[in-house]
């Protein structure tokens, strides 16, 4: 799998990522070690919104 970027911030279920790759919106990504699952659902030139399904916690800024 390709990486796309690493966390700025988190707030609960939701995931904001400076991307280094480009997405698509409703694009499924993996977030952080435990490999979270997401989906993209606010994109901007450089920045992704992710809505993840899982449990957030642990999940700190920079983690891939």
Sequence with gaps: ???V?????????VVRIHAEAALQMMEMVLVGEDRIVGEAMELSADRATLQVYEDT????????
């Excluded at 916690?57 to 891939?64: N, Y």
């Design 57 to 64: 916690t642990g999940l700190e800024p920079g983690a891939p």
């Design 1 to 3: 799998m390709r990486r």
């Design 5 to 13: 970027g690493s966390v700025e911030w988190v707030n609960g279920p």
